[in-house]
């Protein structure tokens, strides 16, 4: 299942199968990207982040995208697990260590 | 390490009345920040220290939100008078800051209900 941002803010995936979330960011001048994953009644937790000097970073079952030509940001989670489910953030580094974030998607796995 | 550590976890006030939130950042981290998260919304944020002085305030409602890190460590936030859209979610944030790549490490917020 594939998440456009703002215009489909849920996905749904079946367990097993791989998720990607799409983030389009503002600023042409970022230059410092992060993934959130945030659970009911906590705050964000980081999962893995991204420079603007990269187009792709791996991590554990997941992987980050970075197309700054049409500034976008993906991220991919490899074998969906029911513990996946949360709301998931991207954030994007300003000039002067200032962190803005998109609106959000909502992932829910279907065990 | 021990994370990030915000107090209270709810609180429930009526409007017209004051509040303080109270963070304790991750020992050693330079950059606090304050967001504010409405539901079903991203964290937007309202304030940024470096150490004690202010980097970036240019979002917090001055007229009734005030924000202090006197001492370079623990930091509070204070409404006065609250107002119903203030009901939201309060996180705090640390990081190493710098010119460094350091990602913002969070508290698990205060959740603020204004009747």
């Known amino acids: 299942g594939e998440s456009v941002g703002l215009h489909l803010p849920t996905l749904s995936v079946q367990e097993g199968d791989n998720s990607i979330i799409n983030c389009a960011y503002s600023n042409s001048a970022s230059d410092y990207f992060i993934w959130y994953k945030q659970e009911s009644g906590k705050g964000p937790q980081f999962i893995i982040d991204i420079r603007s000097n990269m187009d792709k970073r791996q991590g554990q079952r997941v992987t980050v995208l970075l197309n700054k030509t049409v500034k976008h940001l993906s991220l991919q989670i490899a074998a969906t697990q029911p513990g996946d489910s949360a709301v998931y953030f991207c954030?994007?580094?300003?000039?002067?260590?200032?962190?803005?974030f998109g609106t959000g998607t909502s992932l829910t796995v279907i065990p | 390490e021990a994370g990030v550590a915000q107090s209270p976890r709810y609180k429930i006030i009526e409007k017209r009345q004051s509040v303080a939130f109270w963070c304790n950042p991750i020992s050693g981290h330079a950059t606090l920040y304050w967001y504010q998260q409405i539901l079903g919304q991203g964290p937007k944020l309202l304030i940024q220290f470096q150490n004690n002085g202010v980097v970036d305030d240019s979002q917090l409602p001055k007229d009734r939100f005030s924000a202090e890190r006197l001492k370079g460590v623990d930091s509070t936030l204070k409404i006065q008078p609250a107002k119903l859209e203030d009901s939201a979610v309060y996180l705090c944030a640390s990081s190493l800051g710098g010119s460094g790549n350091s990602p913002l490490h969070f508290g698990n917020g205060t959740r603020l209900t204004v009747t």
């Open positions: 954030a994007e580094r300003e000039t002067g260590n200032q962190f803005y």
